[in-house]
């Protein structure tokens, strides 16, 4: 299975034929390779709901029909917004989905979403997503600070293929990420996601790279991690 990377933190996989979108930040990121209008996806998953996450999320379920997974509060607040395919699901649940297992975890951040006129809409708790694909295991930790529990996260999930945030500033930076992964999560494979997007976030992932001990993918917008 090819898990493509498309900048910030944005992820697409094809898994028992189900095309699957997490986090569509598209129109409006400089580092994205995709088009809105040309996604496939059968099914989005939303770690929350900050317009770097949240993105184009209304567009691509409009057009596609596809199924919006996320916290509940954001699953409201879609339909509010004609997204008539919502499944809400929060922390510590797990179900099982035409593509394979979704499990929401924690993660220490904020999340809510400024309409146009500047209102702040607050939606949920921020989380990170476990999924398990034919015996294999996904941890996108969502936007988060570090925290002990990764530990018993990839305890219960022992994780194959981690995206971690390095962006520092507004999640971990390359220090804790680097610890979160060599003594918490201990992935297979690790891919630096949430950086370079914006000036406040711009870091080195080779330095990220350095200070890990297990392999390291850095991808470009496009490029893909094979399981």
Known sequence: MEVIYHGQSCITFEANGQHVIVDPFITGNPLSDLKADEVEADFIV????????????????????ATVIALPETIHYLSTKGVENGRPMNIGGNCEFAFGKVKFVQAFHSNSFTEEDGTIIYLGMPCGLIFTIDGQVIYHA???????DM???????????CFVPIGDNFTMGIDDASYAVNELIKPRIAVPIHYD???????????????????????KPGEAVVL
């Open 46 to 65: 939303l770690t929350h709901a900050h317009g770097d996450h949240l993105g184009d999320t209304v567009a691509i379920a409009k057009r596609t029909g």
């Open 142 to 148: 969502g936007d988060t600070g570090l925290f002990s």
């Open 151 to 161: 530990a018993l996260i990839a305890q219960r999930h022992p994780v194959d293929l």
């Open 197 to 219: 997007t914006f000036e406040l976030i711009k870091q080195d992932p080779e330095e990220f790279k350095a200070q890990v001990k297990t392999r390291v993918d850095i991808l």
